[in-house]
């Protein structure tokens, strides 16, 4: 099916360190949402952006809708052990409920 | 409920089996989705429910799949004559109308042998 671009798809980093991963897409996207996903569970929301430009801050999680509304970026500051997961993003666009998904990013994180 | 709750967590069924498998989204929410994911895949979109109708279907893979929602609420995913390749985890997700925002459950994982 239809998936966003997400890049990197794996990091391994140190603790401590800052994190940064992107999605990109052909079409516009009216919406962005962030979710991490941990081994064995479903998703769970870390972020949503609706507005080209926006900046939203979780804790140490910054999510950013890209202007061109085709992108979206989420940096983790000062990464800690139980940021090991995978990371995906998902668009959607305007006048639809479907949302896709990006191939998501695998994080690791060596103590 | 507090979250979205599916059944079963884990299923394993010979091939050629029929499977159901159920979503019961958060209270309140109208939309509903159903969403398959592949081990170490990305989500693939299978379904929306607004209520209990389905304007998109797009992301059923073939006739054997099938779903329904009753009273705007529950949902049933079945997988007629299953396949090995039906392995995956089938993850719902509920979103209320007024939000973009969905949420999802734990998600069901099934095995066919």
């Known amino acids: 099916g239809q998936q966003l671009n997400q890049s990197p798809q794996s990091m391994f980093i140190q603790e401590g360190e800052d994190v940064s991963m992107n999605c990109t897409s052909s079409?516009?996207?009216?919406?962005w949402l962030w979710y991490k996903q941990d081994p064995g569970e479903g998703p769970v929301l870390l972020i949503a952006l609706y507005k080209a430009g926006e900046l939203t801050s979780n804790g140490r999680l910054t999510a950013q809708f890209g202007i061109t509304r085709k992108d979206s970026f989420l940096n983790i500051s000062a990464s800690i052990p139980s940021d090991v997961g995978i990371y995906f993003c998902?668009?959607?666009?305007?006048?639809?409920?479907?949302?896709?998904f990006g191939t998501g990013t695998r994080l690791k994180v060596l103590a | 409920g507090a979250g979205v709750s599916q059944s079963p967590s884990n299923k394993v069924t010979e091939k050629g089996k029929d499977v159901e498998l159920r979503c019961d989204p958060i209270s309140g929410h109208t939309a509903l989705y159903w969403y398959r994911q592949s081990l170490g895949q990305g989500l693939e979109f299978l379904i929306y429910?607004?209520?209990?109708?389905?304007?998109?279907k797009s992301g059923l893979p073939s006739d054997r799949f099938s779903a329904e929602r009753t009273g705007g609420s529950v949902s049933t995913l079945t997988i007629q004559r299953t396949q090995q390749e039906d392995s995956a985890v089938y993850l719902c997700?509920?979103?209320?109308?007024?939000?973009?925002?969905?949420?999802f459950g734990e998600g069901s994982w099934l095995t066919v042998v």
């Open positions: 997700a509920s979103s209320p109308t007024s939000l973009n925002t969905i949420y």
């Open positions: 998902a668009g959607q666009t305007s006048g639809t409920y479907k949302y896709i």
């Open positions: 429910f607004q209520g209990n109708s389905a304007p998109d």
């Open positions: 079409s516009i996207f009216n919406t």
